[in-house]
Structure formats: C-alpha cells, structure tokens
C-alpha cells in the first residue's frame, strides 16, 4: 500500500517559479520510479516528468523541458518538481504518481498510485 500527498501549488505570475513535492509512504513504495501529471479544465491528464530509483534517469514533456527538474530523496521518500519560467497554460492539477517500470513511461496507466494533487495556478 503507497499513499502519496502533494504539496506546494499556488498562484504564481507567469515567469515566476514554483516548486512542488510530494511525500511516498507505504511498504510498496520502495524501488518504484515517480513521476508528475498534470491536469487542466476540459483536457486530459498529461505526462510532465519521471525519475527512476535510483536517479540515474529522467524524463520530461517536451513541454516543460528547460524549465522543470525533478529530483528525489530516497531517504525521505520525497520527489519534487521545481518549476521555472512558468507560462499560463501551465495552470493545472498536478499529481504525484508511482509505479514500476522504465521512468520514461508517459501513460497515467503505467503508474498504480496516485496523490491527490494540488493545484498552480499561473496569472497574467
């Protein structure tokens, strides 16, 4: 059983910067690769970025390549997300996820559980 909760959204002015984390706990936890989606009004949950295990690799949107990192401390079972020159159609939900698999795996289904999200929101 994983249980993963996100924190850190907010509203920001577009450039500005935000960074979001999310908190892994749960026996099963250990040895999965983690990983950000986001969500927007009327769109469907889309992929930002993945880490594996180790750290070894990353993996992101080309949407946010150049301006998210994700990053992960295995020894406070945290991922974050630290986002960097943020533009207004990156307001959306964001959701921490884990499973098992390569971190470049894109789809919402290739990961088995899932936070409860937090919202940023980007302002003109």
């Known amino acids: 059983q994983v249980q993963l909760v996100e924190s850190g959204g907010g509203l920001v002015q577009a450039g500005g910067s935000l960074r979001l984390s999310c908190a892994a706990s749960g026996r099963t936890s250990s040895g999965y690769r983690m990983a950000w989606f986001r969500q927007a009004p009327g769109k469907e949950r889309e992929f930002v970025a993945a880490i594996n295990w180790m750290a070894t690799n990353t993996y992101y949107a080309d949407s946010v390549k150049g301006r998210f990192t994700i990053s992960r401390d295995n020894a406070k079972n945290t991922v974050d997300l630290q986002m960097n020159s943020l533009k207004l159609e990156d307001t959306a939900v964001y959701y921490c996820?884990?499973?098992?698999?390569?971190?470049?795996?894109?789809?919402?289904?290739?990961?088995?559980?899932w936070g409860q999200g937090t919202q940023v929101t980007v302002s003109s």
């Open positions: 996820a884990t499973g098992r698999g390569p971190s470049y795996m894109t789809s919402p289904l290739m990961y088995d559980y």
